[in-house]
Structures are given as C-alpha cells and as structure tokens.
T-cell receptor, first 110, second 112 residues
Framework: GENVEQHPSTLSVQEGDSAVIKCTYS??????FPWYKQELGKGPQLIID?????GEKKDQRIAVTLNKTAKHFSLHITETQPEDSAVYFC?????????FGSGTRLSIRP | SQTIHQWPATLVQPVGSPLSLECTVE??????LYWYRQAAGRGLQLLFY??????ISSEVPQNLSASRPQDRQFILSSKKLLLSDSGFYLC???????????FGQGTRLTVV
C-alpha cells in the first residue's frame, strides 16, 4: 500500500542553525504534500504545503522542496528558535487519502 | 468559521469493553473526515477516512469500525477493546483532496 518514509526520527540542532527533514513517498498519484507541526498533547497543525506542480515554496524561515521524479520532498527551517521544538510530520495526499510519515522530533539547543 | 469537536479528551476503559468516540465538524458541508491513531512517540496511523455519508474506507484491519451517520459526524467504535487499542486518537477534516486537514484535540484512550 501507500507509504511515506520520514527521516530522521530525531534531530537536535543549535539555536540559529538550520534543520532539514526529508520524506519519500510511494504513490505516484500523490499531488499534495503538507507539513504539520505537533506540540505535546495537541493535534497537528499545518505549517506549510506544496502542490505537485511546484518545485519549491518558502514562507519566512520555512521552505519546502519537491522532486516528483524522485518522489522526495523536504522541509527546511532556517535560523531555528526554541519555539521550533516540536514533532514534525510530512504527508502525501492522493484522492483525499492522507498518509503521514512517522514524524521527526526536533529539539533546539540553546 | 469551521470548528471540529472531538470528545472525550481522555478515556480509561477495561479490556473487553465497548468504545465510541465521536467527532463533529461545524461550519462546512460535505467534508472529508479522518480517524488517526498515534501510539506513544509514534507517527499518525490512518484508520478510516470518509468522503461522504455512508462511504467509509478502512485502512488497517482490526477490531475497530467507523460510521458516518450524518454529513458532519464521524464515529469510531469497537465492540471489545484490546490492550493494544491504547493510544491517542485524532479526528480530522478537509474540504477537498488538495487542501489542509484540520485536527481535533484528540482523545487519549487507555485500555486497562
């Protein structure tokens, strides 16, 4: 069945440095790729997304890239801050079916 | 504005007891509805999704079932809970196939 793999599972970076999280997906029909941030005890919230006809999208310190040929997409967070500490999930969507990656726990060291 | 209600927030149930978790959405029509389970420290596992009343897609064979009796109501059920059913259950909705999904606050289920 459809699968989304996400790496790394944990990531610790120094405050101010950049963080990169990578995902691959298996369903070639996927056409929408959102990223969610989940804080402890809460539901995930969308932080950025990209559609299949776009290669890159940026929103302030957050950017996402998509390589449809290779079925790869990545999240880039620059100038990390303490409030960026959370669990991040990538997802691939095909015909309303949303499959999530396994999550990355990002910790920002002061 | 649209809102999603999921209850209860926490639930402790004995093994073998039934389960009913309810999720309702306000402020939108014909949403896509989803149930996910998140084990401690793990990812989001898609359990069921629905693109319309009476249309339920099951992703993981197990002792859970889902129903959509009304357009904006999604119910997750079990006749007999197992210890392995413990986890954080999240309901979500979206308006189309390429749009943001909005999550409820979740139900933390502990089966004892």
């Amino acid at each position: 069945g459809e699968n989304v793999e996400q790496h790394p599972s944990t990531l610790s970076v120094q405050e101010g440095d950049s963080a990169v999280i990578k995902c691959t997906y298996s369903d070639s029909a996927s056409n929408y790729f959102p990223w969610y941030k989940q804080e402890l005890g809460k539901g995930p919230q969308l932080i950025i997304d990209i559609r299949s006809n776009v290669g890159e999208k940026k929103d302030q310190r957050i950017a996402v890239t998509l390589n449809k040929t290779a079925k790869h997409f990545s999240l880039h967070i620059t100038e990390t801050q303490p409030e960026d500490s959370a669990v991040y999930f990538c997802a691939a969507v095909s015909a309303s079916k949303i499959i999530f990656g396994s999550g990355t726990r990002l910790s920002i060291r002061p | 504005s649209q809102t999603i209600h999921q209850w209860p927030a926490t639930l402790v149930q004995p093994v073998g007891s039934p389960l009913s978790l309810e999720c309702t959405v306000e402020g939108t029509s014909n949403p896509n509805l989803y149930w996910y389970r998140q084990a401690a420290g793990r990812g989001l596992q898609l359990l069921f999704y629905s693109v319309g009343i009476g249309q339920i897609s099951s992703e993981v064979p197990q002792n859970l079932s889902a129903s959509r009796p009304q357009d904006r109501q999604f119910i997750l059920s079990s006749k007999k809970l197992l210890l392995s059913d413990s986890g954080f259950y999240l309901c979500a909705w979206s308006v189309d196939s390429v749009g943001e999904a909005f999550f409820g606050q979740g139900t933390r289920l502990t089966v004892v």
